[in-house]
């Protein structure tokens, strides 16, 4: 027998017998599914905490990457968010089962999974809310299940209504002119939030990512930003209003890679509901204030979408494999969305990384910046740009790209230093990295009455 014939046949006999567990894991089996996976692939892995639950469990990460703990420049950063909401259990399901196909195909010399392992930084947190898991599975263990419980927080709110509302500055700026990206946090943002939203955003404020989703459950569809509703329409008793935001047909694309790399979202009719092409704008379902993805894309250069998995909250246990077989090439096939657009270096005249660079593409109101070594990564669907990179006291460099559908383009700045020294060339003054301060009083109080009247109207969602 060849060698080649051999190995292969060590690998089928490895893949037969490779323990896949399709069960719910409680805290503490989750975190030794984390270090397992982590043991398997040390080279390739790593297990990181980004704080604490109210209850004190540890928010773990895994990561996937060459050189795990550090950002190589040009490498984008992408990550995947799940059981936000407590008792939404088929994200985390979903997320361990995605870490432990990860590292076998790794090992297994998976071509199309080595490529993505080595050229980019995918960061996996399978439970945001470990203590509304806990209440969950003890409820269904004793099947006194509600809809909602344990979707909530320990301190009873819901995580995903806990981010600062960033989106009233951005549709005030649209009108009136201001920053178009970065936004700044509220001061005292610290005393508003929850520690697991608090955790989440000292994560993403410390990593440049691009691209992520956030996974939940009780519908099936993919969900893009606007989450909040501009117009304060009211259909039936629901607020809704499409809302896009200025990369709208970008998110929608990411949106139906999803939809259509999984088994069944695309067919559009799932849990009595009807979403074309299994996707939809938050805001035209059901608008909400405060969420996640809508603070993803306001306040760092990080795209989010939101995945809806499942009809039913909390599947059975017989289920999570067949739920993992209609999700598993979308789960790949999104992650690979990261490497698109057009990405490069922001240096200045002496090789010197430019951080903070903004980055703005003609046509389209939303600018990204460069991360701490002076890269960026600016998702574009194919088509010809006009791309300016600017940085305070840099004259400003543009340049003409044309974007395939492949492969990002690199595209590199070398900006000069603007004369006179003494004349500063500034975009304004919240232009740059995490802008600095945005005018008092943007929201009117009678705009903000009216939010809290409309909140009360709001339904109890997915
Ligand atoms: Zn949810």
């Given at each position: 027998m060849s060698d080649l014939v051999s190995i292969f046949l060590q690998l089928l006999l490895f893949k037969l017998v490779a323990p896949v567990t399709f069960r719910h894991h409680h805290y503490d089996d989750l975190v030794r599914t984390l270090y397992k996976v982590h043991n398997e692939c040390p080279h390739v892995t790593r297990v990181y905490s980004i704080g604490r639950s109210v209850k004190g469990r540890h928010l773990y990460v895994l990561e996937f990457s060459d050189y795990p703990g550090i950002h190589e420049p040009l490498e984008p950063e992408v990550k995947y968010v799940g059981n936000m909401h407590g008792n939404e259990v088929l994200g985390r399901e979903l997320l361990l089962q995605l870490s432990e196909f990860l590292c076998e195909e790794f090992r297994n010399r998976n071509q199309r999974i080595i490529q993505l392992v080595e050229g980019t930084r995918i960061h996996i947190l399978p439970s945001m809310n470990p203590d509304g898991y806990e209440v969950a599975a003890a409820a269904q263990d004793r099947d006194t299940s509600g809809y909602l419980v344990g979707r909530n927080n320990a301190n009873g709110v819901d995580l995903n209504r806990n981010f600062p509302d960033l989106n009233t500055y951005i549709y005030y700026n649209e009108k009136n002119g201001g920053p178009n990206h970065h936004l700044p946090l509220p001061d005292n943002w610290k005393n508003q939030v929850e520690p697991e939203t608090q955790a989440v955003i000292q994560w993403i404020r410390s990593f440049n990512f691009v691209l992520s989703a956030n996974l939940h459950g009780g519908a099936v569809v993919a969900n893009y930003p606007y989450d909040k509703s501009l117009e304060h329409r009211v259909r039936g008793f629901r607020r809704t209003a499409n809302t896009p935001t200025p990369d709208d047909t970008l998110f929608q694309k990411l949106a139906k890679v999803y939809s259509y790399a999984h088994g069944w979202m695309h067919q559009g009719w799932n849990c009595g509901d009807y979403f074309p092409d299994g996707i939809t704008n938050g805001a035209s379902w059901y608008s909400l204030s405060k969420g996640m993805q809508d603070f993803n894309y306001l306040h760092t250069n990080c795209f989010e979408i939101t995945l809806e998995l499942?009809?039913?909250?909390?599947?059975?246990?017989?289920?999570l494999q067949r739920e993992w077989l209609g999700n598993r090439e979308a789960l790949i096939q999104f992650l690979e969305q990261v490497h698109q657009g057009i990405k490069g270096m922001v240096r200045d005249e002496n090789y010197n990384n430019l951080a903070d660079a903004v980055i703005s593409v003609s046509g389209i109101n939303h600018d990204v910046t460069s991360g701490d070594h002076g890269d960026y990564f600016r998702l574009l669907l194919p088509g010809t740009y006009t791309v300016t990179a600017t940085a305070p006291r840099f004259d400003p460099e543009t340049v003409s790209v044309t974007v395939g559908p492949g492969e990002p383009k690199l595209v590199n700045f070398q900006l000069k230093r603007s004369t006179p020294p003494a004349a500063p060339k500034r975009r304004g003054p919240n232009s740059g990295h995490r802008g600095r301060v945005l005018p008092k009083k943007v929201q009117p109080r009678a705009a903000r009455k009216k939010e809290m009247m409309m909140k009360q109207s709001q339904r109890v969602p997915a």
């Open positions: 499942s009809c039913d909250k909390f599947p059975r246990q017989e289920e």
